[in-house]
């Protein structure tokens, strides 16, 4: 499926940059009632039915979630002489990490530095296919530690460790793509 190998090969990219130890290329949001409230925070899903929380951020760890729908445009294919229609698939992301400091350079501007380096992995090739456009839109970042708890994590305890860089960019992953090569093995 188109979707899963983008993540899967941005998990690559990211994997590649050696700060993490765990990274899951996709997340969700989860919300679960209690008797205290609803509490609201990321899981991966890890097969057997079987999810694995992600609001204790251990260090080195990071994963990519969905911040809203998907925004699906229809385009004709002019260059075929056969009618094909194209898909433009825009999905709202973001990537949430915590890295150690002393991985970076240890100083007061280490979690830009991640963040540019995460931009980058990201804004690079994407080589899916050479049939399809994929392209990865950064909107905005945040690297303020409490900010990035409290988006991610609501109704827990805080459980924030100094000595980590809590970082998250906003992205749009755009993939225009063949109408029958959504699902079906094409690219």
Same mark, same amino acid.
């Given at each position: 499926? +188109?979707?899963?190998?983008?993540?899967?090969?941005?998990?690559?990219?990211?994997?590649?940059?050696?700060?993490?130890?765990?990274?899951?290329?996709?997340?969700?949001?989860?919300? $679960?009632?209690?008797?205290?409230?609803? $509490?609201?925070?990321?899981?991966?899903?890890?097969?057997?039915?079987?999810?694995?929380?992600?609001? /204790?951020? /251990?260090?080195?760890?990071?994963?990519?979630?969905? @911040? &809203?729908?998907?925004? +699906?445009?229809?385009?004709?294919?002019?260059?075929?002489?056969?009618?094909?229609?194209?898909?433009?698939?825009?999905?709202?992301?973001?990537?949430?990490? %915590?890295?150690?400091?002393? $991985?970076?350079?240890?100083? %007061?501007?280490?979690?830009?530095?991640?963040?540019?380096? !995460? +931009?980058?992995? !990201?804004?690079?090739? !994407? @080589?899916?296919?050479?049939?399809?456009?994929?392209?990865? #839109?950064? /909107?905005?970042?945040?690297?303020?530690?409490?900010?990035?708890?409290?988006? #991610?994590?609501? &109704?827990? #305890?805080?459980?924030?460790? +100094?000595?980590?860089?809590?970082?998250?960019?906003?992205?749009?992953?755009?993939?225009?793509?063949?109408?029958?090569? !959504?699902?079906?093995?094409?690219?």
């Amino acid at each position: 499926m +188109i979707f899963e190998d983008t993540l899967c090969e941005i998990k690559d990219a990211v994997m590649g940059t050696g700060y993490f130890n765990n990274f899951f290329e996709y997340a969700e949001m989860t919300n $679960l009632k209690t008797d205290k409230g609803t $509490l609201s925070y990321p899981r991966a899903y890890v097969g057997n039915g079987q999810y694995e929380n992600l609001y /204790d951020f /251990d260090s080195n760890t990071g994963y990519v979630r969905k @911040t &809203g729908p998907v925004n +699906i445009k229809e385009l004709p294919d002019i260059t075929n002489s056969c009618t094909t229609t194209n898909l433009v698939l825009t999905y709202p992301l973001r990537l949430v990490a %915590a890295v150690k400091k002393e $991985l970076l350079e240890d100083n %007061a501007y280490s979690d830009d530095k991640l963040i540019y380096e !995460l +931009i980058e992995v !990201l804004q690079g090739k !994407l @080589t899916i296919s050479n049939t399809m456009k994929v392209k990865a #839109e950064v /909107d905005r970042y945040e690297t303020d530690r409490n900010k990035v708890w409290s988006e #991610e994590v609501h &109704g827990l #305890e805080e459980i924030i460790r +100094i000595e980590l860089s809590y970082i998250y960019i906003d992205f749009d992953l755009i993939i225009n793509v063949k109408k029958d090569c !959504l699902i079906a093995d094409c690219y």
